[in-house]
């Protein structure tokens, strides 16, 4: 009677030390073998490659877009500009919102990583040479008329005096072009130019003379006012 009363106690031991043993055996994954999804990655060369390499290039070298590893972008763009377009994306443009709660697939942990690895990773604040570039975003309003004669200055030896472009660099009036870049796009671009690209930064257009901040604004709104008012339509065919 007491054996059959100890033998489900037996078998349940015996159970328990199967189950335990079976922990040890060859080719049973280990925790590192077990893929996370994809939420829990925080790994930032991870993240990067998934999400922005695309466009933005393998360490941040620019492709299609920006080099995201331009130290005079990093200088002028601080953790706050960074997050914006990186959780919501640009709007008007070929950026889009990352951010999970924007219709992104990231979370704000994985955001904030981007972020953070980014600029330590590809600050180079010595690269500015003690220079101060002209900041990220306006504080006056741009003047058309006088971005013409800041862009011939600056601008039309490379992109010809009407900006069709020449053997040296590509239309910057082509419509669809600026139907794809926001101002603020336009204004990275001139003050911290394409490194990818051979672009010069502001300091860089004419030797020894160097952009103003005033002179970048009316550039942009100079640009800006060559946009097409509706992008995508057929354009008229020229006369």
Known sequence: MIESR???????????????GCN??????????IALTPQQV??????????????????????????LNNPIFLAIANDEALRQATAYGVPGTP???????????????????????????????????GNLPPAYAASTPGDANHGAEAYATFCASCHGSDGDGTLRASSIV??????LVSDQDLRILVIAGRPDLHHPDWRNYVPGRAMTAQEVTD????????????PGQP???KQ
């Not at 490659?49 to 466009?55: D, I």
């Open 174 to 179: 082509d419509g669809s072009y600026l139907a």
């Open 95 to 129: 950026m889009p919102a990352f951010l999970k709660s924007a219709g992104g697939t990231l979370t704000d942990e994985q955001v904030d990583i981007l972020v953070r690895e980014m600029r330590l990773k590809w600050s180079k604040p010595a690269e500015l040479g």
């Open 219 to 230: 550039v942009v709104a100079w640009l800006g006012a060559k946009r097409p008012s509706n």
């Open 24 to 33: 040890r055996l060859p080719g049973r994954p280990t925790p590192a073998d």
């Open 235 to 237: 354009y008229p065919e």
């Open 42 to 67: 925080t790994n930032f060369a991870v993240l990067y490659h998934q999400n922005c390499s695309g466009c933005h290039g393998q360490d941040g070298g620019g492709n299609g877009a920006l080099a």
């Open 6 to 20: 100890l033998l489900p106690f037996g078998l349940g031991v015996m159970g328990l030390l199967g189950c335990l």
